[in-house]
């Protein structure tokens, strides 16, 4: 394994139970959602949606589809896998995925 | 060798279905498809609605990877242009050459241009393809009218897009009458008047001798009766010539009039070489709708198969919503038969006109027309295109309900029925789909394809799967979602009974997974109208489409639009003040909205507290533009100003929109009160409205403006303020109780049992004795209200919420506006682009 740096993005007590929040990294905006009861609790994905065209996607409703944990595009309701990033509606969309981590209060990104 | 190389020449409507069908064969083809259009197949029958918000992506029938994915090799923006019959190749604009054994010509037809002087001009166009799309979109920027030339089917399509485009409309027509190929003189007329009414100009009897320029427009068109009509733009549409130039130069057989002669099994005069579409002519007939196309490629595909199906001509009955006016054409539409007696039913009033022509022994049925309204259309067609016999009064069929028309029920249609038309569907597929385990409308969708062609076939063929499913003892499902098997109703009752407050307790109790962003809303909305919690707070966040968790509406671009409430429309103007001082400070566009009100666009989610902040401060509350709840109760200026006002109508409205602000329910809710029956706050539009009289009020219930606007039901008459409230409260908690998901009083009302009458004897009669519960239960989210603006500016941990980044305080750079008439607007996708390349 190759050693890389580890950011941290922001503060555990920023997220939101069971919701979304955002934060810019570089010229990136990565959607942050934070489900406590799962394992990982924490998941991250872009936050722009390409169907809308808008950076939106911390904004959705979080669920499963048929046990897939998804977010629900807030704009015209596509459901995005927060596992991969595949476009559940639409196969060839798919959003970008993060490496994220909930340590000692913060949250960590490796990029 | 059987024809192993098939080369398709034309990727429209029907090359692509000839495609479909073919690489479904169980033989192997090697199978080229070569389209002059630069994109692969689309919708063409849904063209217009690009003009009323489709994207032309959405009218794909395929794409370019589908094809790779069947093996097909497809070659797009390139025109075949001769045929070497001997050495049986092609050859293309770009000089490739292909070999085939078999040659499937798909060329389809294009618009004819009648010789007009002028008519060469950039402003003149014509209509069939996505790419003429964009020339009359673009030549329409800086237009104020426009004609089409053709009073048919395709130009009178073409009109309702133009006017769509917010264009003075004319429609310009050689003949005496519109839709002349498909409706005699009563129904033509009858349409003529709709269509005017709807404010497009109809010319007829005008035949074009010079289009010049124009005086105060682009153009002029001069007519041979010596008139003129000026216009900035013309679209051509009289009538469809086939593409035949390729057959002809290779010397296939053509009609006197074009078209490619075939014979019924699609073969051109040359054997290899098949023609289908709209560039066929069969017995003398171009036939230019989409499944007669879909039933020629049917013929020239069982070619290749044992089965050989023969194409022996094809109905042209269509039904059609034209500037929103229905009309439909069936067989035989101007009884020319012999000996064919007809019935027809006009009503001056509700402008309807309808017509059956019945054959001699009046057990047939040889056509039809429906002028204004086309629900009978399903049931008649059935009667044309299987032969059933007619019942002994032929006339109940087109009489209006209340005399008892027959109609044909469902599992009445033999099995030999066609449901659908476009895509060949019978009774007896759909039978044997659902006999071999099919549970759904879905699945009979993907299996058949029925519905997915015209559309026209769609209710017909849920009113069969439904009956099918039914008979064989399957309950038609209301669950809201996979996380519980409970419709919205049962899921209502069960967090009263049990007293659930929470999403999570009820998903843990009563359903299962994690939920979704149907069954939270849902539930939440359940939680509201049950407890009238903060909709914020904690264990509601989640739950919530951005829209409420955030208090405001998400618009296209990821900003938000901020509703102040103006209880019944009344404002000083001193707020008026504010709100302006509020849209500049942040250079926010303003618009007054349908509802009496103002709304203010783009505020960055950033921006909502510190705005919401100012209009709290200056005494506003919100408008719940967002949620589903009360919206506005319009007003009208009542008996204080109006010469004609009976009551105060402004001071009742203010009383109701406080009374219930707030309020959550299945969906939205909207009332208006108007000071006398002249009407002028259109309650009668409304889920509830008011109307003054002599002696008090009356209620009316069940309104609707939106999608299908419903007329409200009166429901008491004069009645005083106490008992008009008092009904108010016990009907809409009676509807947040009983309704299902999104499903506004006028839906709920049509699907009440018991109807008008019933609500009557609950909410008046008392006959369930809820009544003082009902009353009760809204008389305690009255006292529970609370601004929700005003609670979160007011909380500094809830305000966290509204950062656009948790670690940043940068703005979204990608939200771009430019400035229209004064005013920002979100950029579109090619101006983002240009301001995204030029920092
Ligand atoms: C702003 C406004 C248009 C305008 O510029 O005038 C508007 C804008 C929207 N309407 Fe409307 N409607 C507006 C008056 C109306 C009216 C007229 C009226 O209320 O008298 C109607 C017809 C009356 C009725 O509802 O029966 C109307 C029928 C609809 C419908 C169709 C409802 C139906 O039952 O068929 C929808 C779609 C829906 O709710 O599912 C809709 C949905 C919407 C949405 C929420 C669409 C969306 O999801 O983004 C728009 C959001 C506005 C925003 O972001 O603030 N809007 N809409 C009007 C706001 C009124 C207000 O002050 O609150
Ligand atoms: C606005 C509009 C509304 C309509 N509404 C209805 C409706 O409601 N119901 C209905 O049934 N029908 C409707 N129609 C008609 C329907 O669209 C046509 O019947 C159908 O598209 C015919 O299909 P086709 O494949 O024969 O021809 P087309 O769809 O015209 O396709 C032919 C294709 O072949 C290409 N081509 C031509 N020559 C060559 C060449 N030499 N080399 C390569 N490619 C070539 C053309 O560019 C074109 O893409 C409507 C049409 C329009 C324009
Ligand atoms: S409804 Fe009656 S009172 Fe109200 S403005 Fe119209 S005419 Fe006047
Ligand atoms: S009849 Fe056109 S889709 Fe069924």
Redesign the pocket.
């Known amino acids: 394994m190759k050693s890389v740096n580890v950011i941290t993005l922001c503060a555990a007590s920023d997220l939101i139970a069971d919701s979304g929040v955002c934060v810019l990294y570089k010229n990136t905006q990565i959607a942050l959602f934070y489900l406590p009861a799962e394992t990982p609790a924490l998941w991250a994905i872009s936050n722009w949606d390409p169907i809308s065209e808008a950076n939106i996607l911390s904004r959705g409703i979080l669920g499963d589809i048929e046990g897939e944990l998804v977010v629900a595009s807030p704009l015209y309701k596509q459901h995005f896998s927060l596992r991969s990033g595949r476009c559940l509606e639409q196969d060839s969309q798919r959003v970008a995925t993060f490496k994220v981590e909930l340590s000692e209060g913060s949250v960590l990104l490796y990029p | 060798m059987t024809g192993k190389r098939i080369v398709i020449v034309g990727n429209g409507m029907v090359g692509h279905y000839y495609v479909e069908k073919l690489v479904a064969l169980p033989q192997q083809f090697d199978i080229t498809v070569i389209g002059a259009e630069p994109r692969p197949a689309y919708d063409r029958v849904h063209l217009s609605e690009v003009f009323s918000g489709k994207k032309p992506e959405d009218l794909a029938l395929t794409s370019r990877e589908h094809y790779q994915q069947l093996g097909v090799s497809a070659h797009f923006g390139d025109e075949v242009i001769s045929i070497n019959r001997e050495a049986k190749t092609i050859t293309t604009s770009t000089g490739r050459n292909f070999n085939y054994d078999k040659l499937i010509l798909a060329t389809g037809s294009y618009p004819y241009v009648p010789p007009i002087p002028g008519a060469e001009q950039p402003a003149c166009l014509v209509y069939r393809t996505i790419d003429d799309l964009g020339r009359i979109r673009a030549e329409s920027k800086n237009a104020k009218s426009a004609a089409v030339v053709g009073g048919g089917l395709l130009g009178l399509e073409c009109a309702n897009a133009l006017q769509n485009l917010g264009l003075q409309t004319h429609v310009v027509e050689f003949a005496n009458g519109l839709m002349n190929q498909q409706l005699d003189l009563r129904g033509s007329q009858l349409l003529r008047r709709l269509i005017e009414e709807l404010d497009v100009r109809v010319h007829t009897g005008k035949a074009t001798r010079r289009i010049a320029a124009g005086d105060d427009s682009r153009l002029k068109m001069e007519f041979a009766d010596n008139s003129a009509l000026e216009t900035d733009l013309i679209v051509f549409s009289a009538g469809i010539r086939p593409n035949d130039n390729l057959a002809k130069s290779a010397n296939l057989e053509i009609g006197e009039r074009g078209g490619i002669v075939i014979d019924y099994h699609c073969r051109t005069s040359d054997s290899s070489i098949y023609a289908i579409g709209e560039c066929a002519l069969f017995g003398n007939k171009i036939y230019g709708l989409v499944a007669p196309g879909y039933r020629m490629a049917d013929a020239a595909l069982s070619q290749l198969t044992e089965e050989k199906v023969a194409f022996q001509g094809a109905d042209m009955s269509t039904k059609l919503k034209l500037l929103g006016v229905d009309v439909g054409s069936i067989g035989d539409a101007k009884g020319n038969a012999e000996n064919c007696c007809s019935f027809e039913y006009a009503n001056e009033k509700t402008k309807i006109y309808k017509r059956i022509n019945v054959s001699a022994d009046g057990k047939q049925l040889l056509g039809a027309v429906l002028v204004g309204d086309c629900s009978d259309y399903d049931n008649l067609m059935q009667y044309y295109s299987n032969g059933l016999e007619l019942p002994e009064q032929a006339e109940t069929l087109i009489l209006p309900s209340s005399s008892g028309a027959v109609t044909l029920n469902a599992s009445a249609l033999p099995l030999t029925a066609t449901i659908c038309s476009c895509h060949n569907v019978t009774k007896a597929q759909i039978v044997d789909l659902i006999d071999s385990g099919a549970v759904s409308l879905a699945a009979v969708k993907t299996e058949t394809a029925a519905s997915t062609g015209c559309g026209g076939c769609a209710a017909l063929l849920k009113s069969v799967v439904d009956a099918e499913l039914s008979m064989r003892g399957v309950e038609v499902n209301n669950h809201i979602c996979e996380h519980f098997k409970f419709s919205r109703q049962e899921l209502f009752h069960i967090c009263k009974i049990e007293s659930i407050q929470s999403f999570y307790v009820l998903l843990r109790k009563h359903g299962q997974g994690r939920g979704c962003d149907i069954c939270k809303p849902t539930v939440a909305s359940i939680l509201a109208s049950l407890w009238n919690d903060y909709v914020l707070e904690d264990k509601h966040v989640g739950l919530q489409d951005t ?1 409420d968790t955030f208090l405001a ?3 296209k671009n990821g900003t ?2 901020v ?1 102040p409430r103006i209880p019944g429309g009344e404002i000083t103007p001193a707020k008026l003040g504010v709100i302006a001082d509020v849209g500049k400070q942040f250079d926010l566009y303003t ?7 103002i ?1 203010l ?1 783009g505020a960055r989610l950033n921006q909502l507290p510190e705005i919401w902040k100012i209009l709290v401060d200056a005494g506003f509350e919100t ?1 719940h ?2 949620g589903k709840a009360l ?2 109760v ?1 007003s009208c200026v009542g008996n204080s100003w109006c010469r004609y006002g009976v009551q105060d109508s402004v001071s009742m409205a203010i009383f109701i929109e406080n009374r219930y602000k707030g309020l959550r329910s299945p ?2 809710i ?1 009332s ?1 009160v108007s000071g006398c029956t002249r009407e002028c706050a ?1 309650a009668q ?3 509830f409205g008011i109307i003054a009289t002599e002696r008090g009020w009356n209620l009316f219930v069940g ?7 419903r007329h409200a039901d009166l429901f008491a008459t004069d009645l005083d303020d106490e008992t008009l409230i008092k009904y108010i409260d016990r009907y809409l908690i009676f509807y947040i109780r009983t309704a299902a998901r ?1 499903q ?1 009083t ?1 839906v709920w009302l049509d699907n009440l049992e018991g109807g008008l009458d019933y609500l009557r004897e609950v909410v008046i009669d008392d006959r369930l004795g809820i009544a003082a519960e009902l009353e009760q239960q809204m008389q305690s989210l009255v006292g529970t209200y609370q601004c929700e603006w005003k609670t979160t500016i007011n909380d500094a941990e809830k305000l966290k919420r509204f950062r656009q980044f948790v670690n940043s305080d940068a703005d979204d750079t990608q939200i771009l506006f430019v400035r229209e008439r004064g005013q920002p607007r979100p950029a579109n996708a090619e101006e983002r682009k240009l301001m995204e390349l030029t920092p």
């Open positions: 829209n509406n998400m618009q938000y639009s509703v618009k007054i909205t349908g509802g009496q009100r709304d666009f408008g533009a967002y919206r506005t319009k969906h939205k909207k208006a259109e539009s409304k889920d309104g609707n403006g939106g999608m299908r606007p999104l506004r006028s």
